[in-house]
């Protein structure tokens, strides 16, 4: 799965990458360890990931809620995993998907966002306690993922948008750290069929990332902690 991630980049870098229209906001997006919305004692912590959609016909990057909150819950936190959409081997996407109540209304309406990030982190099942891996672009200045998103009306007559990142199998880099599943990753060949395309182009791309696309370092225990953000997130772990 992906259940955590960080951001560390410029809306200018973004907006060249992408192609997108009209002028990118001043400054970025840094945050080293980001976790999907969580209860506490004063509520709900909200967290948000930036995801591309395309509204009639233009590409814009707007704050969604991660994980996905269904438009039955009234904008509640469900009490269930949602931050990852699971496709299955050898079966389309859209039978997988459609038999998820919790994602089917969001693939129907064609409710398909990219979501940004610079990393993500994956734990290593077969290690006792489990090694933190940060898993990053091996080119590219960014990390653009599948996406679902939905709109839940909340109790003040608002909608409130979430997201979820979908995930397939692994390719050989993410099996050798002892991790089974992955992010859809898109590339420039393959964004435009995701947001655009039809069902059956987008459940195309539901692959695998290629063996090279990535890369990936094993990083400290604190990270295991979803407040932690200092800087040493980003070395390399002892014996890594």
Wanted: aromatic share 8%; with cysteine.
């Amino acid at each position: 799965m992906c259940g955590r991630g960080g951001l560390d980049f410029d809306w200018r870098t973004v907006w060249r990458y992408l192609s997108l229209a009209g002028d990118p906001p001043d400054g970025g997006e840094r945050r080293l360890n980001v976790a999907p919305s969580t209860r506490s004692r004063d509520g709900i912590d909200w967290r948000a990931l930036p995801a591309v959609r395309s509204v009639a016909g233009d590409r814009r990057v707007d704050p969604l809620v991660w994980p996905l909150v269904p438009y039955w819950l009234k904008g509640d936190l469900p009490k269930f995993s949602t931050a990852n959409c699971r496709s299955e081997a050898d079966t389309p996407f859209a039978e997988t998907v459609t038999g998820k109540p919790t994602f089917r209304n969001a693939w129907k309406r064609g409710q398909r966002c990219v979501i940004l990030l610079s990393w993500f982190y994956e734990w290593d099942q077969r290690t006792r306690p489990r090694q933190p891996w940060r898993v990053f672009p091996a080119e590219a200045p960014i990390l653009t993922l599948a996406g679902l998103w939905e709109r839940s009306p909340t109790d003040e007559d608002t909608m409130l948008e979430s997201c979820t990142i979908v995930t397939t199998q692994p390719n050989a880099l993410l099996r050798d750290i002892g991790h089974h599943r992955s992010p859809v990753l898109l590339d420039d060949g393959s964004i435009g069929a995701w947001l655009e395309g039809t069902d059956a182009e987008a459940q195309a791309v539901v692959r695998p990332p290629p063996d090279g696309a990535l890369r990936a370092h094993p990083v400290t225990t604190r990270v295991n902690n979803p407040h932690y953000q200092e800087e040493d997130l980003l070395e390399v772990a002892d014996g890594g």
